[in-house]
């Protein structure tokens, strides 16, 4: 079975970085796709990036690119969200998911797998 474990949530003042972290196993294939999302108090979860596992290409959210990175590790049973120039509207709690397919989306309906999240909070 998929289990996805994120860490690295945490307080950040607006500007600062953070590191998220999503732990990552039990795929039967190759081929797939682990994408970052956020959900802030009251509002619906919005995709952030997404990463294949194949070429390890990464694709953004607008309200994040230029800031964020997503990567995964060389054993590919990690993968990371660099987040810098942290905004306070940044502020939610963040979720890995993932899915096997071939293409990287950001839909939250597309994806099959799920962590239990982590929260960031960024101070102004």
């Known amino acids: 079975e998929v289990q996805l474990v994120e860490s690295g949530g945490n307080l950040a003042q607006a500007g600062g970085s953070l590191r998220l972290s999503c732990e990552v196993s039990?795929?039967?294939?190759?081929?797939?796709?682990i994408g970052w999302f956020r959900q802030a108090s009251g509002k619906e979860r919005e995709g952030v990036s997404c990463?294949?596992?194949?070429?390890?290409?990464?694709y953004y959210a607008d309200s994040v690119k230029g800031r964020f990175t997503t990567s995964s590790g060389n054993a590919k049973n990690t993968v990371y969200l660099q987040m810098n120039s942290l905004r306070p509207e940044d502020t939610a709690v963040y979720y890995c998911a993932a899915a096997y397919r071939s293409f990287c989306s950001i839909l939250p309906g597309g994806m099959d797998y799920w962590g239990k999240g982590t929260l960031v909070t960024v101070s102004s």
């Open positions: 990463i294949m596992s194949s070429d390890g290409s990464a």
């Open positions: 039990g795929f039967t294939s190759d081929d797939y796709a």
